[in-house]
């Protein structure tokens, strides 16, 4: 597999999602909406993922896992409900991810180093960040939102 291009749009402010991404593979196809998230130990690559759901006992609405109060009915959830996996919360699920660690780092390898690239040129004076409509219209708020829900060490 190759990856033949990686976009990098930075994320504005300090926190620690630095970063939106999106890789082409093969020059055939995309994927987007990999994060790079400031983790304890250097940067990392998240991959794409959903939020995980499940349904209110007493209506059957989908309401996402750390939601106290059902959307729909406004019923009492349980606030447990959450599989627990090694500790953690599982909160969301990979919709795109390596199946080995070769390629897994092949990935990250890509990406951390279009990320640097793009970090770089940030602080050349007449930066312009580049404008990318595919990875623009992301949810940020949301996203900020997940990652200090999920407080993930990974
Ligand atoms: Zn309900």
């Given at each position: 597999m190759n990856i033949t291009e990686v976009r990098v749009k930075l994320t504005e402010g300090?926190?620690?999602?630095?970063a939106f991404c999106s890789i082409t593979i093969d020059d055939d196809f995309v994927v987007r909406d990999l994060k790079v998230i400031e983790g304890h130990k250097g940067a990392f690559v998240a991959m794409p993922s959903r939020k995980l759901t499940d349904r209110c006992p007493k209506c059957g609405g989908k309401n996402h896992l750390m939601a106290q109060y059902c959307n729909d009915c406004g019923a009492k959830l349980n606030e447990k409900r959450a599989s627990r996996g090694a500790g953690k919360l599982k909160l969301h699920a990979d919709t795109a991810h390596p199946i080995n660690s070769s390629c897994r780092e092949l990935i990250q390898e890509k990406v951390l180093a279009a990320f640097s690239e793009e970090v770089e040129n940030s602080k050349k004076p007449g930066y312009k960040p580049p404008k990318y409509e595919d990875i623009e219209d992301v949810d940020y708020d949301d996203l900020r939102d997940d990652l200090e829900s999920e407080k993930s060490d990974t």
């Open positions: 300090k926190n620690r999602l630095q």
